[in-house]
């Protein structure tokens, strides 16, 4: 529709997992930042059939893939991700705490694949990697 939803929600969010431009990974113990960086083609070869979204990589299902709820994505500017957090009253209830601000962060799981350090820009680079599953960190 005109709204630019890709899932028609009135508990709509989505945004990036991962990006394909450096961003701060964590600060070393003298503060110097470490970036963190995915290489685009490192998703070509995920099963992303079936991948579920959680609050803080653990218990209740709060969208997922294999039911519709739940888009994952390789785009132009990294892992897109889009869901909607309508069908169940622990979703509508993370959909409110994210649109009020008090969540506001995503990480989610993978399986290591081929990765390297770049000492010269303080960048570990992914390669390839394996997601299993979109994990809410609010």
């Not at 989505?14 to 600060?27: D, I, K, S, W």
């Not at 995915?38 to 299902?61: A, K, P, W, Y």
């Not at 622990?90 to 694949?113: D, H, N, P, Q, V």
């Amino acid at each position: 529709g005109l709204s630019g939803k890709r899932i028609e929600s009135n508990h709509y969010v989505e945004g990036l997992a991962a990006r394909y431009e450096p961003y701060v990974l964590f600060y070393d113990f003298d503060g110097t930042p470490v970036y963190e960086r995915f290489e685009r083609g490192c998703f070509d070869g995920c099963d992303m059939s079936d991948v579920i979204f959680q609050l803080n990589h653990q218990g209740t299902v709060m969208a997922r893939q294999s039911n519709g709820t739940l888009i994952v994505e390789p785009d132009g500017a990294g892992l897109f991700t889009a869901a909607d957090l309508s069908k169940t009253e622990a979703a509508r209830r993370m959909y409110e705490e994210i649109s009020t601000g008090m969540i506001t962060k995503m990480s989610w799981g993978f399986i290591l694949g081929e990765c390297y350090y770049d000492r010269d820009t303080r960048t570990i680079i992914h390669k390839s990697v394996c997601l299993y599953k979109l994990k809410v960190r609010w």
